[in-house]
T-cell receptor
Framework: DAKTTQPTSMDCAEGRAANLPCNHS???????VYWYRQIHSQGPQYIIHGLKNNETNEMASLIITEDRKSSTLILPHATLRDTAVYYCIVRVADPYNFGGSQGNLIFGKGTKLSVKP | KAGVTQTPRYLIKTRGQQVTLSCSPI?????VSWYQQTPGQGLQFLFEYFSETQRNKGNFPGRFSGRQFSNSRSEMNVSTLELGDSALYLC??????????????FGPGTRLTVT
């Protein structure tokens, strides 16, 4: 089962920031938070990941709370092309050095983000 | 760098037939994972290969199998197709080794329809 909880759906106005929350209260010390998104009928797209510090890349920012029990993905200026299902996943960062730990991603239901004009 | 490629993109098969799907990972990526996506069950992990060895397997019947070749390309096979096998089959590759954090990059998927 997925170890994360996300809202089923969210709306965002085009040009505004989209803030997608994720709860992962049972996260372990060696687990990272990963975000992926899936635009309709395409393969999931990697967005960003982090351990405990806030992270930013060209696509988004990831804010992780100090206790690491929740995080927020921020799309600073949402566009219509950001309409997608967003998945928050926790996983060990280096599964190949954790004696058989699973490297697969466990997807939950995700959050369906609708960006509206 | 070219992304993950999957062939064919679309496939229609009849119940009872078998099917083979192919995945070419990103150059330099040695791990390949397969996932099945259906409207009812969402994205589910099938299996993972690294260095031609299956490292991990999801909860699917033995009709689902796979393999990885020495060049890291992978194939998955489904025998005795059932209507419920209609799905989007996704392949993902990741870099293994060094100090990376092994994010997986997905291909566009193969849409399998069983009639």
């Amino acid at each position: 089962d997925a170890k994360t909880t996300q809202p089923t759906s969210m709306d965002c106005a085009e040009g505004r920031a989209a803030n997608l929350p994720c709860n992962h209260s049972t996260i372990s010390g060696n687990e990272y938070v990963y975000w992926y998104r899936q635009i309709h009928s395409q393969g999931p797209q990697y967005i960003i990941h982090g351990l405990k510090n806030n992270e930013t890349n060209e696509m988004a920012s990831l804010i992780i709370t100090e206790d690491r029990k929740s995080s927020t993905l921020i799309l600073p200026h949402a566009t219509l092309r950001d309409t997608a299902v967003y998945y928050c996943i926790v996983r060990v960062a280096d599964p190949y050095n954790f004696g058989g730990s699973q490297g697969n991603l466990i997807f939950g239901k995700g959050t369906k983000l609708s960006v509206k004009p | 760098k070219a992304g993950v490629t999957q062939t064919p993109r679309y496939l229609i098969k009849t119940r009872g037939q078998q099917v083979t799907l192919s995945c070419s990972p990103i150059s330099g990526h040695r791990s390949v994972s397969w996932y099945q996506q259906t409207p009812g069950q969402g994205l589910q992990f099938l299996f993972e290969y690294f260095s031609e060895t299956q490292r991990n397997k999801g909860n699917f019947p033995g009709r689902f199998s796979g393999r990885q070749f020495s060049n890291s390309r992978s194939e998955m096979n489904v025998s005795t197709l059932e209507l419920g096998d209609s799905a989007l089959y996704l392949c993902a590759s990741s870099l293994v080794g060094g100090t990376g954090t092994y994010e997986q990059y997905f291909g566009p998927g193969t849409r399998l329809t069983v009639t």
